[in-house]
């Protein structure tokens, strides 16, 4: 069965510090991975996607992911962050078909001032 | 694009009592929809989807139902809450390459 495991669930930076975090997958198919987004108080919005190609996608608000098949991995980046990128993240997986989404527990990111 | 609307938004109910939870869909035609559910300290899990008015496939067995009497419109139902029923749940409609979501339901059990 598709899983997909985030390793940090809190994070607390301070502004300007780089962020990584974690995400590993198990599937044996190809796959398409996202990392969705979602701020205080608003909808769960994607932030990145990866189909195929380049493996290491950008997405909005200077984030950016990199995509290695051999670890299974789809890790988040992002090298200064600001207090509005305070918010909940979860990678995702879609496979199988009818682009049924298989997401991680999510981690929620603190970022002080 | 997509707007994905969902009501209510909070919700207290008891055990044992009855459960509908609407989503409306709005800006699309013959969607796929999808519920989800957020436990407490747990990731989004996918309970059903439809392809159709009429057509639910169930992912997890559970104390919940769902029915798409309309087009843009999937509800999610339970006889009898449990206390385990108590998340955050999301209603999705699958646009070009990602999937769009509502506002979400907050469903407390007690």
């Known amino acids: 069965a598709q899983s997909v495991s985030q390793h940090n669930h809190h994070v607390i930076l301070s502004e300007a510090a780089s962020l990584e975090l974690g995400c590993n997958y198990s599937y044996g198919g190809t796959v398409n991975l996202f990392w969705y987004v979602q701020y205080p108080g608003q909808h769960l919005q994607l932030l990145l996607k990866y189909f195929s190609g380049d493996p290491l996608v950008k997405g909005i608000k200077g984030f950016e992911a990199e995509f290695i098949k051999s670890k299974f991995s789809f890790n988040l980046r992002k090298p200064s962050v600001q207090w509005s990128d305070t918010a909940e993240y979860f990678c995702?997986?879609?496979?199988?078909?009818?682009?049924?989404?298989?997401f991680g527990a999510g981690t929620r990111l603190a970022v002080h001032p | 694009s997509q707007t994905i609307h969902q009501w209510p938004a909070t919700l207290v109910q008891p055990v044992g009592s009855p459960l509908s939870l609407e989503c409306t869909v709005e800006g699309t035609s013959n969607p796929n929809l999808y519920w989800y559910r957020q436990a407490a300290g747990r990731g989004l899990q996918l309970l059903f989807y439809?392809?159709?008015?009429?057509?639910i496939s169930s992912e997890v067995p559970q104390n919940l139902s769902a029915s798409r009497p309309q087009d843009r419109q999937f509800i999610l139902s339970s006889k009898k809450l449990l206390l385990s029923d108590s998340g955050f749940y999301l209603c999705?409609?699958?646009?070009?390459?990602?999937?769009?979501f509502g506002p979400g339901t907050r469903l407390l059990v007690l």
């Open positions: 999705a409609c699958k646009g070009s390459e990602t999937q769009y």
């Open positions: 439809s392809v159709g008015i009429g057509q």
């Open positions: 995702a997986v879609a496979g199988g078909g009818y682009n049924k989404l298989i």
